[in-house]
DNA sequence: GGGATAGTTCAATTATTCTTGAACTCTGGA
DNA sequence: TCCAGAGTTCAAGAATAATTGAACTATCCC
């Protein structure tokens, strides 16, 4: 629970060499941008995504410029690698896009921050194929119950039948769930 | 993913030996029960749960007749303590219950399978203390918003109202979806 | 009390998941 | 063509989380 240590950044150069401690630029987070990352941090835990995908996004979140996947690696200390892979994550998901009107030959990203498209893109991601596989193993439990042993039968089709109903439920929830979410 | 390979109990006293397939008490799971266990456990890993949580919870729910700690560590093959922490678990969620009319001397598990009472008991459990404690994070961010440099300042302010709003609407969520999903 | 059964706890082990970093591909100059 | 920067991939290592099993508490019955 407790969110990257900082150990400030190896090699700076240092010009000007006087910091107080908001910084504007380079590598090491200002305290409101560590703060959003941490609860940004906290948001992925709680849907199951790895740390440094909410790291990723939260910085992106609060961040008044586009940020390329270098510096998104730099300022948040985590490898090219990491930072690689969560930009593709959240890219897949609509949760950040890559910014147009770019000036340099690298990608730079943007926060995509409508709740909507942040939510459906989750939903379709990662609880959408949950749903669809569990078609497959309602259709072969009920065929196993239909075998059952006469004097559990009753109670088992019973319980067969409830889950279907909730997987009914679930399907129909998605849907209302992103428009409640919606603008 | 796979779901524990049925690795066949040691010691069973074998009388009358031969046993087709389908039991229907001692240790094993018969096809059905281990379809049901393995679907509970693809949604526990949905929602972030032990898989032995999700054994636990399948195997009650499709079964006829109330088990005991004991029965249920044997039947899946888990270690008591497993089966006393997840069976815990589901009791505080109200996802299972102490059978009463009870004639042994240890206490009987029944799962309770209104759908309400587990979603409900689910978001109060798991969802519920990360809204509370976002309300901390908001403020401290709102605070440190405050503080930015001029030239940020507006954009910041403008994201943490944002968030402020998401939290709001989350919060409403939970009721609405406790009441959706309600009886 | 003494012995047996039921259940809990928690340190150590094991399994799972995340992160790293080096090797690789691709592309756009020079 | 060759180089340099941008980005991806993936095996190996590090970090986290779950499971075990043995020691423990509590309770019931003789």
């Given at each position: 629970?407790?969110?990257q240590?900082?150990?400030?950044?190896?090699?700076?150069?240092?010009?000007?060499?006087?910091?107080?401690?908001?910084?504007?630029?380079?590598?090491?987070?200002?305290?409101?941008?560590?703060?959003?990352?941490?609860?940004?941090?906290?948001?992925?835990?709680?849907?199951?995504?790895p740390?440094s995908?909410?790291q990723i996004?939260?910085?992106?979140?609060?961040?008044?410029?586009?940020?390329?996947l270098d510096?998104v690696a730099e300022?948040l200390d985590i490898s090219k690698g990491s930072a690689s892979q969560g930009l593709?994550?959240?890219?897949?998901?609509?949760?950040?896009?890559?910014?147009?009107?770019?000036?340099?030959?690298?990608?730079?990203?943007?926060?995509?921050?409508?709740?909507?498209?942040?939510?459906?893109?989750?939903?379709?991601?990662?609880?959408?194929?949950?749903?669809?596989?569990?078609?497959?193993?309602?259709?072969?439990?009920?065929?196993?119950?239909?075998?059952?042993?006469?004097?559990?039968?009753?109670?088992?089709?019973?319980?067969?039948?409830?889950?279907?109903?909730?997987?009914?439920?679930?399907?129909?929830?998605?849907?209302?769930?992103?428009?409640?979410?919606?603008?």
């Amino acid at each position: 629970m407790a969110f990257q240590t900082s150990t400030a950044s190896t090699s700076s150069t240092s010009h000007t060499s006087s910091r107080p401690v908001s910084v504007q630029s380079p590598a090491g987070l200002a305290p409101l941008e560590a703060e959003a990352v941490e609860l940004f941090v906290g948001l992925a835990q709680v849907v199951g995504l790895p740390k440094s995908v909410g790291q990723i996004y939260g910085l992106l979140y609060i961040s008044t410029v586009s940020l390329s996947l270098d510096e998104v690696a730099e300022r948040l200390d985590i490898s090219k690698g990491s930072a690689s892979q969560g930009l593709k994550f959240l890219r897949q998901t609509g949760a950040v896009q890559v910014c147009e009107e770019n000036d340099s030959r690298c990608d730079r990203y943007l926060a995509e921050t409508g709740l909507r498209a942040l939510a459906s893109g989750f939903l379709k991601e990662q609880i959408e194929p949950h749903l669809e596989n569990g078609e497959g193993r309602l259709d072969r439990l009920k065929r196993l119950a239909a075998t059952a042993p006469a004097a559990e039968r009753a109670h088992v089709l019973q319980r067969v039948k409830q889950l279907e109903n909730w997987h009914r439920r679930a399907s129909s929830l998605l849907p209302l769930l992103i428009r409640f979410l919606g603008k």
